[in-house]
C-alpha cells in the first residue's frame, strides 16, 4: 500500500508522539502490519529500538521498564499471533500496576468482520487485562489518542493500555500537529485526613504498616522511612515490593505474600490497626482474604491508594485516604511524630522475627546439591546495594523472598501475577536500561525455558546479566501441590532439560554448572566477571521444595 499525498505518514506521526512524550526505549518483534512505524523508527536515534525473540519477552521487558522508571513501557507486536503472545506481560502489567503501552498492528478497517489474515477483535481480546483498549480510526487522531494513552497509562493507578493500528491509519499521509508530553495530576492528601490519620495512630497499641503499590521514587521512599522511623512503626511489605523500604532498617518486618514468615502471619492477625500504603491486598496478600478479611477487617484499616476506584472496592476502610504514594508520603513526613512508647516492644519483637526467618539456617538435612540459603546469603554479601534482582514463578523465588534483603528502590523487579518466564527478559531490561548496576536474574529450570531465546537479545544488545538457574529437573511448585493434594500420584510435572551449559554457550554467553554450594562463590565471580551475559547451572535438590519442606518429609 503506497501513498503520495503530502505530509507523514502515520507511521511518523506515531513516533514522534512518542518522541514528544520522552520515550526513549520501545521493545519489539518487527511485523508487516506496522511497518510505517519501523521506517520512522530508522531517523528517531533518540529511541532505542530492542528487538527480542518473543512477543511475550518484549511485553514483559516493557513492563519491566515501566517498574523501573514510572513511566509506561512501549511495546510494538503483531497483529493477530503478535498481539496474543504479548498478552502474557499486558496481564502482568494489569495486576502489577505497572504503565504500559502496547501497540497492535491492525487489519485494515474495510476487511473487519470477514476474519480476515489475523483478525483479531482486540477490545474484546484485551477487555478485562487493560485500563483502556482502543484501536485509531483515522490518522488525525494519532497525537490525541497517544497522548491520551500515556495520561491513562500513567494515572490513579498505573496499568496497561492497547491501542490497535489499522492498517489504512499507518500507511495513510496527512498533516497533523503534534502535542506536547502529557502532564499527570497527582492526588494530594486533604489536611482533615491526615489529623484523622494521626488521631486513629495514635490510639493503636498494635499497629502494622503494609506498604505496596506503585509510582514511587528515591524521594518519596526517603520520605516514608523519615515517617517510619519517627513513629517507630513496624513495616510488612506486600508481595514482591519488597525494595520500598530498607530491608537493613530496624523497622522493616518481612514481606506478606509467599513463603511469608508463621510469625508475621500471627502479627498481622495480632495487630489492632493496618494502615495500609499502596497495596490492594490481594489474594496472596491477605492469604486468600482469610488473614486480611474481606469486606470487613477485624483489624481497623486506614487505606491509602491513588486510584479512587480501589479504596472500598474489596475492603471497607475506616479511613480511605485518596492519594498519591509520592505526595503521601512527603506529607506524612512532615507530621508531628507521635507518642511510640505503646509500641516500642510490638515493633522490636517483629524485627528480630524478620531477622530470624531471613537469616538462612544451617542445612538439617544433607543436600544432594547446592544449598540455595547458602547462595542467597553469598549475594547478599558480595552485591551493591542497587543490584537489580530479577525473577519470575516458582517455589525457587521462596528462598529469593525470604534471604535476599533490598536496600534500595527499584532493585526487585518480580511479577505479582505469578508469570513464569518473566525473570530472564526483565533482567535484559534492566541492565539495558541501567548498564552501570549489577543485574542477577533467578530462574527455575521450567521458568527458564519459557524464554532462554532472549539470551541472544542479550548478547545481541550487549546485556551482561548473571542469569541462576535453579535446576531441579520438575516444575516444582506443582510437584508440591500434587504431593499435597495426591501424594505419591506424580502427573505432569517431571522435566527433561536441555544442557544449560551447552545451550547458553550455543549463543555466546558465558556458562558453567555447580553442583556443590562451596564452588558457587567462584563461578559466580567468573561468571561477572566475563563481561558478557552469564548462565549459572545449578543442580539442586529436587527433595528440597521449599526452604522448610522436604517431599520426603
Request: charged share 20%; with cysteine.
Given at each position: 500500500m503506497s501513498h503520495t499525498s503530502k505530509g507523514r505518514h502515520g507511521g511518523e506521526i506515531l513516533v514522534q508522539a512518542l518522541v514528544c512524550n520522552a520515550v526513549d526505549t520501545l521493545y519489539c518483534v518487527p511485523g508487516e502490519s506496522y511497518l510505517p512505524v519501523l521506517d520512522a523508527l530508522h531517523d528517531k536515534r533518540s529511541i532505542r529500538t530492542v528487538v527480542t525473540r518473543h512477543e511475550g519477552a518484549a511485553s514483559n521487558m516493557a513492563d519491566a521498564y515501566g517498574k523501573l522508571t514510572g513511566r509506561p513501557g512501549i511495546c510494538f507486536v503483531t497483529r493477530g499471533p503478535g498481539a496474543t503472545h504479548a498478552s502474557n506481560g499486558v496481564h502482568t502489567a494489569k495486576q502489577d500496576s505497572t504503565p504500559m503501552i502496547l501497540f497492535v498492528g491492525q487489519i485494515e478497517s474495510s476487511f473487519k468482520g470477514r476474519e480476515a489474515f489475523q483478525e483479531v477483535d482486540y477490545r474484546q481480546m484485551f477487555g478485562d487485562l487493560a485500563k483502556w483498549v482502543t484501536e485509531i480510526d483515522s490518522i488525525e487522531r494519532i497525537p490525541e489518542i497517544v497522548s491520551k494513552a500515556f495520561s491513562i497509562a500513567m494515572s490513579g493507578r498505573p496499568g496497561p493500555v492497547v491501542i490497535g493500528l489499522p492498517e489504512q491509519v499507518l500507511f495513510g499521509t496527512a498533516d497533523v500537529a503534534d502535542l506536547p508530553a502529557v502532564r499527570i495530576a497527582r492526588a494530594s492528601p486533604e489536611p482533615q485526613a491526615l489529623e484523622e490519620l494521626r488521631s486513629v495512630l495514635g490510639s493503636a497499641s498494635k499497629p502494622l504498616v503494609i506498604v505496596g503499590g506503585t509510582g514511587w521514587d528515591t524521594s518519596s521512599t526517603e520520605a516514608f522511612q523519615q515517617f517510619i522511623q519517627a513513629n517507630d512503626l513496624p513495616v510488612a511489605s506486600s508481595f514482591r515490593r519488597q525494595d520500598l523500604l530498607d530491608n537493613r532498617d530496624r523497622h522493616y518486618v518481612g514481606q506478606l505474600g509467599l513463603g511469608t514468615s508463621p510469625k508475621l502471619l500471627e502479627r498481622v492477625d495480632e495487630a489492632d490497626l493496618l494502615l495500609v500504603i499502596g497495596s490492594r491486598l490481594s489474594e496472596t496478600v491477605s492469604q486468600g482474604y482469610g488473614l486480611i478479611t474481606s469486606p470487613a477487617t477485624r483489624q481497623k484499616l486506614i487505606h491509602v491508594h491513588p486510584d479512587p476506584e480501589e479504596l472500598n472496592r474489596v475492603y471497607r476502610a475506616e479511613l480511605p485516604i485518596l492519594s498519591a504514594l509520592s505526595t503521601f508520603a512527603h506529607a506524612a513526613a512532615a507530621l508531628e511524630p507521635l507518642d511510640t512508647s505503646r509500641w516500642a516492644s510490638w515493633t522490636a519483637a517483629a524485627r528480630a522475627d524478620y531477622v530470624q526467618h531471613s537469616t538462612p539456617p544451617v542445612a538439617h538435612v544433607q543436600l544432594d546439591g547446592v544449598d540455595m540459603g547458602a547462595v542467597v546469603a553469598h549475594l547478599n554479601d558480595v552485591l551493591p546495594d542497587d543490584a537489580i534482582i530479577t525473577n519470575g514463578a516458582g517455589n525457587y523465588t521462596v528462598w529469593v523472598h525470604r534471604f535476599y534483603r533490598y536496600r534500595k528502590p527499584a532493585t526487585e523487579l518480580a511479577?505479582?501475577?505469578?508469570?513464569?518466564?518473566?525473570?530472564?527478559?526483565?533482567?535484559?531490561?534492566?541492565?539495558?536500561?541501567?548498564?552501570?548496576?549489577?543485574?542477577?536474574?533467578?530462574?527455575?529450570?521450567?521458568?527458564?525455558?519459557?524464554?532462554?531465546?532472549?539470551?541472544?537479545?542479550?548478547?545481541?544488545?550487549?546485556?551482561?546479566?548473571?542469569?541462576?538457574?535453579?535446576?531441579?529437573?520438575?516444575?516444582?511448585?506443582?510437584?508440591?501441590?500434587?504431593?499435597?493434594?495426591?501424594?505419591?500420584?506424580?502427573?505432569?510435572?517431571?522435566?527433561?532439560?536441555?544442557?544449560?551449559?551447552?545451550?547458553?554457550?550455543?549463543?555466546?554467553?558465558?556458562?558453567?554448572?555447580?553442583?556443590?554450594?562451596?564452588?558457587?562463590?567462584?563461578?559466580?565471580?567468573?561468571?561477572?566477571?566475563?563481561?558478557?551475559?552469564?548462565?549459572?547451572?545449578?543442580?539442586?535438590?529436587?527433595?528440597?521444595?521449599?526452604?522448610?519442606?522436604?517431599?520426603?518429609?
Open positions: 511479577p505479582t501475577n505469578g508469570a513464569m518466564g518473566y525473570g530472564l527478559p526483565a533482567a535484559i531490561a534492566a541492565k539495558l536500561y541501567a548498564p552501570e548496576r549489577s543485574v542477577v536474574c533467578f530462574a527455575g529450570d521450567g521458568c527458564f525455558m519459557m524464554y532462554p531465546q532472549e539470551l541472544a537479545t542479550a548478547m545481541q544488545y550487549g546485556a551482561p546479566i548473571v542469569v541462576i538457574v535453579v535446576n531441579n529437573g520438575m516444575l516444582a511448585t506443582i510437584r508440591m501441590h500434587q504431593e499435597r493434594e495426591y501424594p505419591g500420584r506424580i502427573s505432569a510435572t517431571e522435566l527433561v532439560n536441555p544442557d544449560f551449559v551447552a545451550l547458553a554457550k550455543a549463543f555466546g554467553a558465558y556458562a558453567e554448572r555447580v553442583d556443590r554450594t562451596e564452588d558457587f562463590a567462584a563461578a559466580f565471580a567468573r561468571a561477572r566477571e566475563s563481561g558478557i551475559p552469564a548462565l549459572l547451572d545449578l543442580r539442586t535438590d529436587p527433595k528440597q521444595i521449599t526452604p522448610q519442606a522436604r517431599l520426603d518429609g
